[in-house]
């Protein structure tokens, strides 16, 4: 069972560009997290997402940042225009139903913000 | 939620278990405590979880006081790939929505 993959692992884009990461949950899964982690801080809370539906986005800046969980492939977190402030690792997480508080993390894709 | 409080940095020699202690004073009865971990560069990992009872998987222990004001997470024979920052969450129940709230953790360095 493939576990939480993310890609691309590295993605770099000019100030003003945008930014799009991509999560497929593990298979079963249908609910999926993105989170958030800036050089030398803790891992923030972005958004939660069942398919097709935001549940909590709490922690989603206002702007920019957009997220979606169709119901055929993976989850995306675009983020349009990006600032150099962008530059951080983007962790996705899943979950089976009925257990949101265990979560499998994938690798993450670290952007860069040039 | 409950807040925690974990101690910045821990040291641990290879070989031998390491003790990870948590305080959680304010837990309510509804609430579980959740451990996990992220090595460096890599995406957090679950490693346990516990109500009231000691639990036991095959990487750690989770042992809880009685009166549930704090837990230590136990991992035996603790090895150099065990080093890493670990995080103690309190949330409530296992089916519940809730958003992960992850500190600042207790470093743990595993020292040949």
């Known amino acids: 069972n493939a576990g939480v993959m993310q890609n691309p692992r590295h993605l770099v884009r000019r100030r003003g560009q945008e930014a799009r990461l991509r999560c497929s949950p593990m298979?079963?899964?249908?609910?999926v997290y993105w989170y958030r982690q800036l050089p030398e801080e803790g891992l923030k809370f972005m958004v939660y997402?069942?398919?097709?539906?935001?549940?909590?986005e709490s922690g989603m800046p206002k702007e920019r940042f957009s997220a979606e969980f169709p119901k055929e492939g993976p989850s995306i977190l675009r983020i349009q225009q990006v600032v150099r402030g962008d530059s951080a690792a983007y962790f996705c997480a899943s979950s089976p139903i009925g257990q949101q508080n265990i979560q499998y993390f994938g690798a993450g894709t670290r952007l860069s913000v040039l | 939620d409950a807040k925690t409080t974990q101690p910045t940095s821990m040291d641990c020699a290879e070989g031998r278990a390491a003790n990870l202690p948590c305080n959680h004073s304010t837990i309510s009865g509804n609430e579980y405590v959740y451990w996990y971990r992220q090595i460096h560069s890599q995406g957090p990992q679950y490693i346990i979880h516990?109500?009231?009872n000691n639990e036991t998987n095959e990487m750690a222990s989770l042992i809880i006081t009685e009166d549930r004001k704090s837990s230590t997470l136990i991992l035996p024979h603790a090895t150099l790939r065990d080093t890493a920052v670990y995080y103690c969450i309190v949330r409530v129940g296992n089916s519940g929505y809730s958003t992960l709230t992850f500190g600042k953790g207790t470093m743990l360095l595993v020292s040949p």
């Open positions: 298979k079963g899964h249908s609910h």
């Open positions: 997402l069942q398919k097709e539906n935001i549940i909590d």
């Open positions: 516990g109500l009231k």
